[in-house]
T-cell receptor, first 116, second 114 residues
């Protein structure tokens, strides 16, 4: 079974600084998606960034970028120029890329605090 | 369209009572998912529908849980004879099958069983 591990229950960062959230996963498959979701106090899960495993280039969305290391099964999220609105729970998630449907598998999350 | 909506946002019930939650997905989305999230954990998959067909159920979904999506639009999740262990946030998400990897989540229903 696929598993996703987030080893940092809590992280904090000063406003305008950079922070990296860690994620590792376990799978024997070669084709899959990886995601970072943000869950603010409003509780709605918001997709931050997505990476296809077949792509070597790391995904980037404005201030958010990932470091995808397929061989190491590592998928970290870097947030640059941190803003107060970035404070939230961040979940790493995995899903098989196949013709059927497999559900998202989430990690336990990392709570990010942004200090003004 | 304002996204995935869930009702109610909060539900407090006594052990042994039945509860029902509703999810209205984004209108053109044909896939609808239910997840459960307990404190300190990430969401766990419960079940999903493609149109009105329930295609997969997790082992987490005991016989006391039933989900329906009668017309392929909104969905309901019913829990019978609630137990304290059912206390959790129940999240609904939807997607369009052609872009299945993009799930849009609702804000969840927080269930507290006393």
């Amino acid at each position: 079974a696929q598993t996703v591990t987030q080893s940092q229950p809590e992280m904090s960062v000063q406003e305008a600084e950079t922070v990296t959230l860690s994620c590792t996963y376990d799978t024997s498959e070669s084709d899959y998606y990886l995601f970072w979701y943000k869950q603010p106090p409003s509780r709605q899960m918001i997709l931050v960034i997505r990476q296809e495993a077949y792509k070597q280039q790391n995904a980037t969305e404005n201030r958010f970028s990932v470091n995808f290391q397929k061989a190491a099964k590592s998928f970290s999220l870097k947030i640059s120029d941190s803003q107060l609105g970035d404070a939230a729970m961040y979940f790493c998630a995995y899903r098989l890329m196949n013709s059927g449907n497999t559900p998202l598998v989430f990690g336990k999350g990392t709570r990010l605090s942004v200090i003004a | 369209d304002t996204g995935v909506s869930q009702d109610p946002r909060h539900k407090i019930t006594k052990r042994g009572q039945n509860v029902t939650f509703r999810c209205d997905p984004i209108s053109e989305h044909n896939r609808l998912y239910w997840y459960r999230q307990t404190l300190g954990q990430g969401p766990e998959f419960l079940t999903y529908f493609q149109n009105e067909a329930q295609l997969e159920k997790s082992r987490l979904l005991s016989d006391r849980f039933s989900a329906e999506r009668p017309k392929g639009s909104f969905s309901t999740l019913e829990i019978q004879r609630t137990e304290q262990g059912d206390s959790a946030m129940y999240l609904c998400a939807s997607s369009f099958v052609e872009t299945n990897e993009k799930l849009f989540f609702g804000s969840g229903t927080q269930l507290s069983v006393l």
